[in-house]
């Protein structure tokens, strides 16, 4: 236990006492102090607090706020006179009281942090699309081909450092050639495309197709990038082997608003994104990432965060959320004859499970899967990932 003057902070007891007083504190706030005592010191920063004490879950500033207040208060400190607390302007928070004995009577055992694997070796190369745009795209991996249509948020050099995607890039590419591009608008292709239409995102993915000299091959379409996969597949049957469509949808949301609550929630986006998408202050863009990944922990939300930032511009935001609105794929998805596998979260906040099943009505000789997960995008440690691995590998298989 740690003593510091007339206070002791017993871990084993999950108490503090003022002499012989007990001192009521919500669990919280005495996991706060216990990393603040634990580890006086130096400063421990908000992120440590938040990992420690939330789990990583994401939390505002204003619950380490109120937690911080709520421990001083215990201890009869305040934000003026900072006797035991100091707030590390920036940083984080130390604790500054005379500790005394400051060994845990109990030794916990210590889990070491994974260790992450060496992103994998990929060659990144340029082509040009019918237009003249240049669009970047990036082989990795060996094996029999996988393609996956572009969606926006993707930068294929960061990709694979990047907690949003680079589980995708690592475990696809175990077994194949996994061949991704960055669509116009985004990443490492052309940010200052003139044209930027559905159309053009299609005859995008021909180009890189032609590109590499493709002939047959899976497609894989994750999102909006699931209409693009749709309509190829659609125009170029002789090509597309298996279509595995994950998050996707037939219609955007201004083709299948009907109601005035659903056209608000689709102007909302746009309002989002013109407002807060190169602000340095995060609160306008963690919306989407509370869409996108509602089950994500602080760090997902950070990693989410700095993707929107990196791969694209403000302007080029609005111009995809615009665009995605329009989108309407509901003809061609009928006249698919590829045998198809739709996955989709049972909970998916952005996009919600009915789109994946209206997918599966329309096209012939589809299966529907349903994750259990609430996010749009599947994260590397949620339970659903390695079930979508499994699928896909499966369905690709047979």
Not at 55 to 71: H, N, P, Q
Not at 351 to 364: D, K
Request: include cysteine.
């Amino acid at each position: 236990m740690w003593r510091f003057d007339q206070f002791v902070l017993d871990p084993q007891r999950y108490e503090l006492r003022d002499g012989d007083k007990v001192v009521r504190v919500e669990p919280q706030v005495f996991d706060v102090l216990i990393q603040l005592v634990k580890n006086h010191e130096r400063c421990v920063t908000k992120g440590e607090l938040f990992d420690s004490v939330w789990g990583g879950r994401f939390v505002g500033e204003a619950a380490l706020t109120s937690r911080i207040k709520a421990a001083r208060r215990a201890l009869g400190d305040d934000g003026e006179s900072q006797r035991y607390i100091r707030t590390v302007r920036g940083r984080g928070y130390q604790f500054v009281g005379p500790v005394v004995g400051d060994a845990p009577t109990i030794a916990l055992p210590v889990e070491e942090a994974p260790v992450e694997p060496p992103p994998p070796r990929q060659h990144i190369a340029f082509c040009r699309a019918a237009d003249g745009v240049r669009l970047a795209y990036a082989v990795v991996g060996e094996g029999p081909p996988l393609v996956r249509a572009a969606n926006w948020m993707t930068h294929l050099g960061y990709d694979i450092e990047s907690p949003v995607w680079r589980h995708w890039v690592r475990d696809l590419s175990q077994r194949h050639t996994f061949i991704r591009y960055d669509e116009r608008g985004c990443g490492l292709s052309d940010w200052n495309a003139s044209d930027f239409s559905f159309d053009d995102w299609v005859s995008d993915l021909e180009s890189v197709v032609e590109a590499l000299g493709l002939e047959r091959f899976p497609l894989l379409g994750v999102s909006q990038g699931g209409a693009v996969a749709v309509a190829y597949a659609a125009r170029h049957p002789e090509r597309v082997t298996k279509l595995v469509l994950c998050s996707a949808y037939a219609r955007g949301r201004g083709a299948r608003a009907v109601s005035d609550e659903e056209r608000r929630a689709a102007a909302l986006d746009l309002d989002l994104a013109r407002v807060g998408w190169g602000r340095d202050d995060p609160a306008f863009r963690q919306v989407f990432a509370a869409q996108f990944l509602p089950d994500g922990t602080r760090a997902d939300w950070d990693a989410f965060d700095q993707l929107q930032r990196r791969t694209t511009s403000p302007e080029n935001a609005v111009r995809f959320l615009e665009e995605f609105a329009r989108i309407d794929v509901r003809e061609e998805a009928s006249h698919l004859t590829c045998p198809t596998l739709i996955m989709h979260s049972r909970d998916d906040h952005r996009q919600p499970l009915r789109f994946g099943e209206e997918l599966a009505s329309l096209i012939p000789n589809s299966r529907l899967v349903a994750l259990s997960s609430n996010n749009h995008l599947l994260t590397a440690t949620e339970p659903a990932w390695p079930v979508f691995c499994e699928e896909l590998e499966a369905f690709l298989a047979d």
